[in-house]
């Protein structure tokens, strides 16, 4: 049986970056509104899947989910000094380049069983508008696998925060939408992934379209 929560150390790790750095840019730079925190597990494990803009976009979700969020990071950040021992202690787990899906499906799993919640970006990348058009099947895999629910997660205005040229990211609004848990497919067959995908990716969008 897998753990309830993730470690002390991330747990406190978390709290400190969220309280002395993240939370206040939010709520002040980003002028920052969250809808829908009170529907997220406090503990267990989770999947939770978002849309993605921007590079800003794992810390700010992490900090309105109330819990620390592991997500994935290039194997070779692991191997700087100081920093990779960091990310690690705040969650990110390794893949590596050209096998990123099987790596990255066992690292998540490994992740959810220390009790961590996973976050994956529904897309795969990050799209121009901040809406989902081509949703992947993996984070409906890594649900079906340990049974952990998903939590859909809307960012509206992220795009905005860094542009082409510019040094440093925009004061632009920031609304963040955390919608109802779903119950995972119970078998990884396709059919079934998809369905919970496409209904992830459906609500998603239907909370990005409430914009501010």
């Given at each position: 049986?897998?753990?309830?929560?993730?470690?002390a150390?991330?747990?406190?790790?978390?709290?400190?970056?969220k309280?002395?750095?993240?939370?206040?840019?939010?709520?002040?730079?980003?002028?920052?509104?969250?809808?829908?925190?009170?529907?997220?597990p406090?503990?267990?494990?989770?999947?939770?899947?978002s849309?993605?803009?921007?590079?800003?976009?794992?810390?700010?979700?992490?900090?309105?989910?109330?819990?620390?969020?592991a997500?994935?990071?290039?194997?070779?950040?692991?191997?700087?000094?100081?920093?990779?021992?960091?990310?690690?202690?705040?969650?990110?787990?390794?893949?590596k380049?050209?096998?990123?899906?099987?790596?990255?499906?066992?690292?998540?799993?490994?992740?959810?069983?220390?009790?961590?919640?996973?976050?994956?970006?529904?897309?795969?990348?990050?799209?121009?508008?901040?809406?989902?058009?081509?949703?992947?099947?993996?984070?409906?895999?890594?649900?079906?696998?340990?049974?952990?629910?998903?939590?859909?997660?809307?960012?509206?205005?992220?795009?905005?925060?860094l542009?082409?040229?510019?040094?440093?990211?925009?004061?632009?609004?920031?609304?963040?939408?955390?919608?109802?848990?779903?119950?995972?497919?119970?078998?990884?067959?396709?059919?079934?992934?998809?369905?919970?995908?496409?209904?992830?990716?459906?609500?998603?969008?239907?909370?990005?379209?409430?914009?501010?």
């Amino acid at each position: 049986m897998g753990k309830e929560r993730e470690p002390a150390v991330s747990r406190f790790l978390y709290h400190l970056f969220k309280w002395s750095t993240v939370s206040p840019l939010l709520h002040t730079y980003f002028q920052g509104q969250i809808y829908g925190a009170e529907q997220v597990p406090a503990r267990g494990p989770l999947v939770v899947v978002s849309n993605h803009a921007s590079h800003f976009d794992p810390p700010l979700l992490s900090n309105c989910l109330r819990r620390p969020v592991a997500y994935m990071a290039k194997e070779e950040l692991f191997q700087v000094p100081i920093l990779g021992k960091l990310i690690q202690l705040y969650g990110a787990y390794p893949v590596k380049r050209g096998s990123a899906d099987r790596s990255a499906i066992r690292a998540a799993l490994t992740a959810l069983e220390q009790g961590w919640a996973v976050g994956i970006f529904l897309e795969g990348t990050r799209t121009e508008d901040g809406r989902i058009t081509d949703p992947k099947l993996g984070a409906a895999l890594i649900a079906a696998k340990v049974q952990a629910p998903l939590l859909p997660v809307s960012l509206w205005g992220t795009e905005g925060i860094l542009t082409p040229g510019s040094p440093l990211p925009h004061s632009t609004p920031v609304t963040i939408r955390i919608g109802t848990p779903l119950p995972p497919p119970r078998s990884g067959d396709r059919e079934g992934l998809l369905a919970i995908t496409q209904k992830c990716a459906s609500l998603i969008n239907q909370m990005h379209s409430l914009g501010r």
